[in-house]
């Protein structure tokens, strides 16, 4: 097998393909439309690349939707589908709100004690889930579903509840600040701080016209450990066992229910953690009132379907449809184009079997190179 | 009170139609081994369909007709990704949740000068007409005519599926695709039939929503009761009538949640309004139990594989 054709099968010219098929199709869709695709894609290029704060702000986006990705990876490494990572993510939200509103310790204790309250809310609704699916055998896809719009409504409760309404507002209080984790969120207000950025101007752009904060750290360290779990460790193993194969994995004695909702419980855990991170790290540090689902939780999914459920290509892929979302808004036309765009790319990642016929063409084309020169010789 | 009743059950029907028809694809879809997640999106794109082709020939029943067709091509792209390229159903119907309303809302802003929403478009038209029963106790019964659509569409699909040799062909495949294959049923045609079929279906349900209920397209007139209509789907346990009781079980919360919210109650709105969600959940521990799914639901069939 040539390497062109090893490439062809593997799953990175899938994604690139998908991508590329993506970007074809939302040209002649813009196109039909009346609009110059050169100019929508110069556009969304501009929007990425055009200054160092769009850069950082494609960072500042990745974030949650890295930590989603993982979530639905991880849940469908081990045979369940988390189409729940948006409730847990606001659910995390909410949490994490509430614990920061109200209490007023020292940054060094704030910021996990923060954390942990959107971990473990997260974790508590994803667990909730899975008990179900493990003690009662109800499809975690409803019960996923319904749990959305119970936090979504959740969320809208607690923004509009006399202890934590901000008056005249259609948010909740701010946590306290020591629940901040930007970037050196203190200094670079400091005297000390501006004096220093003003010499770098690209810096001082990104330090104080962004909320450039450590969740993106966070979340691509959260990405190793959970692919370390899933593969070198007895756990994953054990959670992978009863994904692949739940009756195998009970006759070899692991308890199936168990894992189905500790695998539940972890991957709640991360949407938590991404709804958290947005509280601590991104203004206006609170939640707001919703309107309408803000599909972090979706979003993850695709970061994971393209990283073909791989929690490591997760970092990859969440920063392409960051990049997407972010340089999206400065395109010219509706900007509908690049939900357009993400599905078809989406769409294209569920189907495997391009690529390969492709491969198994040039395959061909060489057995008759090599069957004509044999004939020669002969 | 005899009247709050009436609207109680006006309201229910009312909310319950454009889940029917989005349940019933779904069971057409799943019964034949293709699971369906893409539902939101088709019923998105029915929804501007149908807001669409109403407004612009002046005929709902057009605009009706033409939601259909669209979500049956929109439910083509889900039929040649897991029928024809065996893909992951799942990740094809996540895609078209994502694709189609995008292409719903760039449509709808390319056609209406670049607002999000249609303007007001004729409605289909009540069964007793605009004023019928109107002063009387039962003027909430006087539903739009897609209620009795969706009751009708319910009653055929029921009958097919149970009562006609085409019927048995569907729940074959749909348990057991290889052994139908055996005895020549074209499985990849009965499959495309079926998710067509579903998308026609969820696009009917989008329209009675924007041509039935309310009377024009907007961002949120669907939100999320596509989601809900699969909730259904396996709440009916994949049969027409289950689907269409569950459907009448999620009408019937969301009535509660109007009538109560209307009233002196002390209940914030906030929490009534996950009353129909949490509802469902005990609905599902209570009643339900293990709800089993078709064999094949979901798995790809590739001619001559094991």
């Not at chain 1, 003690?135 to 509840?161: D, P, Q, R």
């Not at chain 2, 599926?161 to 048995?168: E, F, H, Q, S, V």
Request: aromatic share 10%; glycine share 10%; hydrophobic share 55%.
């Amino acid at each position: 097998m040539s390497k062109l054709e090893k490439f062809l099968r593997g799953r990175l010219a899938a994604a690139i393909a998908a991508v590329i098929i993506g970007f074809a199709i939302s040209a002649v869709v813009l196109a039909a439309a009346g609009y110059s695709p050169v100019q929508a894609f110069a556009q969304l290029f501009r929007g990425v690349f055009g200054k160092p704060k769009y850069m950082a702000n494609v960072f500042i986006k990745a974030t949650p939707i890295l930590l989603t990705g993982v979530s639905v990876a991880f849940a469908f490494k081990t045979g369940l589908f988390n189409i729940g990572a948006e409730g847990q993510y606001i659910v995390g939200t909410v949490l994490a709100s509430i614990v920061g509103i109200k209490l007023h310790l020292p940054m060094p204790l704030q910021v996990p004690i923060v954390l942990a309250a959107g971990i473990l809310g997260g974790a508590a609704l994803g667990a909730f889930v899975g008990w179900l699916k493990a003690k009662f055998g109800i499809h975690e896809v409803i019960t996923s579903i319904m749990c959305n719009w119970i936090a979504f409504y959740l969320c809208n409760y607690v923004v509009m509840s006399d202890t934590f309404h901000k008056p005249n507002s259609n948010s909740a209080l701010p946590v306290s600040s020591s629940s901040y984790t930007m970037i050196l969120g203190n200094w670079k207000k400091s005297a000390e701080g501006k004096a220093f950025l003003k010499g770098i101007p690209w810096l001082r752009e990104i330090m104080l016209k962004t909320d450039l904060n450590y969740g993106f750290i966070i979340a691509v360290l959260v990405a190793i450990a959970i692919s370390i779990v899933l593969t070198r460790t007895k756990l994953g193993y054990e959670l992978r066992a009863v994904g692949f194969n739940r009756d195998a994995a009970r006759f070899s004695g692991i308890s199936v229910e168990r894992n189905i909702v500790l695998s539940m419980l972890i991957a709640g855990a991360i949407s938590g953690l991404a709804g958290a991170l947005t509280i601590t790290g991104i203004s206006p540090h609170t939640i707001t009132l919703l309107a309408a689902m803000e599909s972090y939780g979706f979003n993850g999914m695709s970061v994971a379907f393209i990283a073909a459920s791989s929690p490591l290509g997760c970092i990859p892929s969440s920063l392409l449809f960051a990049s997407l979302i972010y340089g999206g808004m400065s395109v010219k036309a509706p900007t509908e184009i690049i939900n357009i765009m993400i599905g078809i790319i989406v769409f294209f990642t569920a189907l495997p079997g391009i690529m390969p016929v492709l491969a198994n063409r040039l395959a061909k084309q060489r057995r008759e190179r090599e069957a004509a020169a044999a004939g020669k010789e002969a | 009170m005899f009247a709050n009743l009436i609207l109680f059950l006006g309201i229910t029907l009312m909310y319950s139609t454009p889940l029917v028809f989005g349940a019933l694809g779904g069971v057409i879809s799943e019964r034949s081994g293709v699971t369906n997640i893409g539902i939101e999106g088709m019923m998105v794109v029915g929804a501007i369909a149908a807001a669409a082709g109403s407004y612009f020939t002046g005929n709902p029943w057009i605009g009706f007709l033409v939601a259909g067709a669209c979500g049956a091509l929109v439910a083509l792209l889900h039929a040649v990704a897991s029928v024809s390229f065996a893909a992951d159903q799942t990740v094809s119907g996540v895609a078209i949740n994502m694709l189609a309303p995008g292409m719903a809302i760039f449509a709808c802003k390319r056609l209406f000068d670049g607002a999000a929403m249609s303007p007001i478009a004729p409605k289909l038209p009540k069964i007793l007409g605009e004023n019928g029963l109107a002063g009387t106790p039962f003027a909430s019964l006087n539903v739009n005519v897609t209620t009795v659509l969706a009751l009708l569409f319910t009653a055929i699909m029921w009958f097919v599926l149970y009562k006609t040799k085409w019927g048995l062909r569907v729940r074959a495949v749909g348990e057991h695709p290889a052994a139908a294959d055996t005895l020549g049923i074209d499985v990849y045609k009965v499959r495309y039939v079926c998710v067509l079929l579903s998308g026609m279906l969820a696009g009917f349900g989008g329209a009675s929503m924007t041509i039935g209920i309310i009377s024009q397209f907007t961002q949120t007139a669907i939100s999320g009761h596509g989601f809900i209509a699969m909730a259904a789907v396996i709440f009916g346990k994949w049969t027409p009538f289950g689907a269409y009781g569950a459907c009448l079980l999620f009408g019937f919360t969301q009535a509660l949640v109007i009538m109560l919210g209307g009233g002196d109650f002390v209940v914030p709105s906030q929490i009534l309004s996950m009353l129909p969600y949490a509802m469902t959940i005990i609905v599902l521990i209570l009643f339900v139990g293990r709800s089993v799914a078709p064999k094949a639901d979901g798995v790809p069939y590739v001619k001559g594989s094991r």
